[in-house]
């Protein structure tokens, strides 16, 4: 089964902290993917990577910057808190390609609940 | 601009009847469409899919029938089950089964009542 490991279900953070929220998946995709679920907006995509050290902006990247030093992890970097980034974070992996075994799903991690003070 | 909406936040079924979420979509890009289902405090998991090639697709009790030219789609579960309580995303792709970024609607949240 593929797994997608988010480090913190939980993270209560003050205004102005850096945070980090780290994501490893162990199925050798090749991209990557960070969404924030908010009540009556969806899942917006902040960021994505199809490879190492690659990175492209999603619809809603401000205040937030990514790293992908290692094909199995991708770590969302939010620089200085603010409280509208209070949120559902939502990590998610997926294989690149047209093999048969591909359904075009995202896999998703369990989340990461952030609180901003 | 939201591309893909899901205009009825809530829905509210008896258990066994016919649950019905609706799905439109303005970009005609898209070529691939996903139906997740969401448990609070959980990642949203897969639910089923279907290529802009077909206007049916089945699995078991779920069915995702898409009507390209009216740019909608909608997800059947027939029963329901009070398990499915939960919200329901749909999400769209421009990169087919390739595993590209994908869009999300607002979610709906089925309530099925024993």
């Known amino acids: 089964d593929v797994k997608v490991t988010q480090s913190s279900r939980y993270l209560v953070k003050r205004t102005g902290e850096k945070v980090f929220l780290e994501c490893v998946q162990d199925?050798?995709?090749?991209?990557m993917f960070w969404y924030r679920q908010d009540p009556g907006l969806g899942l917006r995509l902040i960021y994505f990577?199809?490879?190492?050290?690659?990175?492209e902006k999603g619809d809603i990247p401000e205040g937030y910057s990514v790293s992908r030093e290692k094909k199995e992890r991708f770590s969302l970097i939010l620089e200085s808190a603010s409280t509208n980034q209070t949120s559902m974070y939502l990590c998610?992996?997926?294989?690149?390609?047209?093999?048969?075994?591909?359904?075009?799903?995202?896999?998703f991690g369990e989340g990461s609940r952030l609180t901003v003070l | 601009d939201q591309q893909v909406k899901q205009n009825s936040p809530s829905l509210s079924v008896q258990e066994g009847r016919i649950s019905i979420l609706n799905c439109d979509y303005t970009?005609?890009?898209?070529?691939?469409f996903l139906w997740y289902k969401k448990y609070p405090a959980e990642g949203p998991t897969f639910l089923i899919s279907i290529s802009s090639i077909k206007d049916k697709n089945e699995d078991g009790r779920f069915t995702v029938f898409l009507n390209k030219s009216a740019k909608h789609l909608s997800l059947h579960i027939v029963p329901s089950q009070p398990g499915d309580s939960a919200v329901y995303f749909c999400a769209a792709s421009r990169f087919g089964r390739q595993g590209g970024k994908l869009i999300f609607g607002q979610g709906t949240e089925l309530s099925v009542k024993p």
């Open positions: 998610a992996s997926s294989p690149l390609g047209l093999a048969e075994k591909n359904t075009g799903e995202l896999f």
């Open positions: 990577s199809y490879d190492v050290k690659m990175k």
């Open positions: 970009n005609s890009m898209f070529d691939y």
């Open positions: 199925m050798d995709h090749e991209n």
